[in-house]
């Protein structure tokens, strides 16, 4: 019938509708998470690549993140922290990027060389937990910041109807896939809006305040500096279970990594130190994203770079639900991605609209505490690989022992010596014990 979106033709047509153009070659829906990429469709550059992970550093989060570094601790102090926990904390995300591109695999299939192809449903299903979570999270905390501008600009909040809007767009953006989304939409426009915003924001700090004098301000105490590293950290690192789900479209591995490693550090640092500078210039009642977003509106100015913010915002829950999707395809590589994408998406609006999404944020983060050792054990796999033969098959008893004993790390410091930082020992520990455990389990079956 004419005029009348037809089952395999809707998504692209709804995106070409939108601007974002697409073909059918280029949207990539259904393919099987269990294959490596096809040549064909390593089309992302190292600018692609930086455009995506330098936009996914970026938003409201991470300024969030930013403002709980101070006053406890001072400027310099922080600015130190965000530095150096941002340029150690990238490094894993890049090397599993790098091996996303090598492999041509997402990041869960990858985890099946060190835990076997079973034995990845684990994490798989863990994965998935944890990303409906943040994106519900995420729906909520652009439901509340549209809210914001649109009492503003209309006098009505209109949340429910925000929350609807924002979840159908993130969707639409998961349906098109990272293809469409990093060469059409981030690089023509969710990118130079998000560019121009911040460097706005950044500038009415600067210009209207003595930067000298926030610097010099001592802290105030109450957060050690290791916990401060660990927290800055925790950013990069809760990336690491996605971000070969994207680099596996690369066109090589170099690219892959510094792309997404420059891309990160840069907006991870800009975004931290710009969230400790609003909240000693603007003290907030509370960090929440909705004080933020307020804080942003009071400025003159400030409605243009909410709405961009916004925007940019977006990319973030396209990313965490659509690598649940391909999470889920580890488990049933036999289930269309469109249709889990629609179902993930759904589940994600119930949560966000029926559940307090504050309270469920330190979930989250146990779940993504789980992260950290298991990929110093896949990064370790490589390592050991490198030293045998690849045809080598490795058990998967040794990749569950030592995450295990990562994991076991990171609890204990949270928990008894939060001041030491919990992420780079559990990550190094993990790594550690997979790189002694493997070769010696090897050697032993070996004949003779």
Same mark, same amino acid.
């Given at each position: 019938?004419?005029?009348?979106?037809?089952?395999?033709?809707?998504?692209?047509?709804?995106?070409?509708?939108?601007?974002?153009? %697409?073909?059918?070659?280029?949207?990539?829906?259904?393919?099987?998470?269990?294959?490596?990429?096809?040549?064909?469709?390593?089309?992302?550059?190292?600018?692609?690549?930086?455009?995506?992970?330098?936009?996914?550093?970026?938003?409201?989060?991470?300024?969030?993140?930013?403002?709980?570094?101070?006053?406890?601790?001072?400027?310099?102090?922080?600015?130190?922290?965000?530095?150096?926990?941002?340029?150690?904390?990238?490094?894993? *995300?890049?090397?599993?990027?790098?091996?996303?591109?090598?492999?041509?695999?997402?990041?869960?299939?990858?985890?099946?060389?060190?835990?076997?192809?079973?034995?990845?449903? !684990? /994490?798989?299903?863990?994965?998935?937990?944890?990303?409906?979570?943040?994106?519900?999270?995420?729906?909520?905390?652009?439901? %509340?910041?549209?809210?914001? &501008?649109?009492?503003?600009?209309?006098?009505?909040?209109?949340?429910?109807?925000?929350?609807?809007? %924002?979840?159908?767009?993130?969707? *639409?953006?998961?349906?098109?896939?990272?293809?469409?989304?990093?060469?059409?939409?981030?690089?023509?426009?969710?990118?130079?809006?998000? *560019?121009?915003?911040?460097?706005?924001?950044?500038?009415?700090?600067?210009?209207?305040?003595?930067?000298?004098?926030?610097?010099?301000? /001592?802290?105030?105490?109450?957060?050690?500096?290791?916990?401060?590293?660990?927290?800055?950290?925790?950013?990069?690192?809760?990336?690491?279970? *996605?971000?070969?789900?994207?680099?596996?479209?690369?066109?090589?591995?170099?690219?892959?990594?510094?792309?997404?490693?420059?891309?990160?550090?840069?907006?991870?640092?800009?975004?931290?130190?710009?969230?400790?500078?609003?909240?000693? &210039?603007?003290p907030l009642h509370s960090a929440s994203p909705a004080m933020l977003a307020s804080a942003i509106l009071s400025l003159g100015g400030g409605l243009v770079a909410m709405v961009a913010i916004l925007v940019d915002e977006t990319d973030n829950a396209f990313a965490d639900l659509y690598s649940a999707a391909v999470s889920v395809q580890n488990v049933v590589p036999s289930v269309p991605r469109r249709w889990l994408v629609l179902v993930l998406g759904l589940v994600s609006l119930l949560l966000a609209a029926f559940s307090r999404a504050s309270s469920y944020v330190d979930f989250l983060l146990v779940f993504?505490?789980?992260?950290?050792?298991?990929?110093?054990?896949?990064?370790?796999? !490589?390592? &050991?690989?490198?030293?045998?033969?690849?045809?080598?098959?490795?058990?998967?008893?040794?990749?569950?022992?030592?995450?295990?004993?990562?994991?076991?790390?990171?609890? &204990?410091?949270?928990?008894?010596? /939060?001041?030491?930082?919990?992420?780079? /020992?559990?990550?190094?520990?993990?790594?550690?014990?997979?790189?002694?455990?493997?070769?010696? %389990?090897?050697?032993?079956?070996?004949?003779?």
């Amino acid at each position: 019938m004419p005029g009348r979106l037809s089952r395999r033709s809707g998504v692209p047509a709804l995106l070409n509708a939108m601007g974002i153009h %697409v073909n059918s070659s280029s949207a990539e829906m259904d393919g099987s998470a269990l294959e490596a990429a096809a040549r064909a469709t390593r089309r992302l550059g190292f600018f692609d690549l930086f455009t995506l992970w330098f936009s996914l550093g970026v938003g409201l989060l991470v300024l969030q993140a930013g403002t709980f570094l101070v006053p406890a601790l001072g400027l310099a102090e922080a600015s130190l922290a965000v530095v150096l926990g941002t340029l150690l904390g990238t490094l894993p *995300l890049a090397a599993v990027g790098w091996l996303g591109s090598v492999r041509g695999l997402p990041t869960m299939m990858l985890t099946g060389s060190v835990l076997g192809r079973r034995g990845s449903y !684990v /994490p798989s299903v863990l994965n998935v937990i944890q990303l409906v979570g943040w994106t519900a999270f995420e729906l909520w905390v652009m439901a %509340v910041a549209a809210s914001r &501008v649109s009492a503003a600009l209309f006098g009505y909040p209109g949340y429910p109807l925000w929350l609807v809007g %924002v979840a159908a767009f993130c969707v *639409l953006l998961a349906l098109g896939g990272p293809l469409i989304v990093v060469r059409q939409y981030l690089k023509r426009i969710g990118l130079w809006l998000m *560019l121009i915003a911040s460097l706005w924001l950044t500038a009415v700090v600067l210009t209207q305040h003595d930067l000298g004098d926030l610097w010099s301000r /001592p802290g105030q105490g109450g957060m050690p500096f290791g916990l401060a590293m660990d927290l800055v950290v925790a950013m990069p690192v809760s990336w690491l279970p *996605l971000i070969a789900d994207y680099t596996r479209y690369a066109r090589g591995p170099r690219g892959a990594f510094w792309g997404s490693y420059l891309g990160y550090v840069i907006a991870n640092i800009w975004f931290y130190l710009l969230g400790a500078l609003l909240s000693l &210039v603007w003290p907030l009642h509370s960090a929440s994203p909705a004080m933020l977003a307020s804080a942003i509106l009071s400025l003159g100015g400030g409605l243009v770079a909410m709405v961009a913010i916004l925007v940019d915002e977006t990319d973030n829950a396209f990313a965490d639900l659509y690598s649940a999707a391909v999470s889920v395809q580890n488990v049933v590589p036999s289930v269309p991605r469109r249709w889990l994408v629609l179902v993930l998406g759904l589940v994600s609006l119930l949560l966000a609209a029926f559940s307090r999404a504050s309270s469920y944020v330190d979930f989250l983060l146990v779940f993504g505490g789980l992260f950290v050792p298991l990929f110093g054990v896949l990064i370790a796999g !490589v390592v &050991v690989r490198r030293r045998s033969a690849e045809s080598e098959r490795f058990p998967a008893w040794p990749g569950f022992a030592a995450w295990a004993c990562g994991i076991a790390l990171y609890q &204990v410091i949270s928990h008894w010596a /939060p001041q030491v930082g919990a992420s780079l /020992p559990s990550f190094a520990l993990s790594f550690l014990a997979y790189w002694i455990l493997a070769p010696r %389990v090897l050697a032993r079956r070996a004949p003779g």
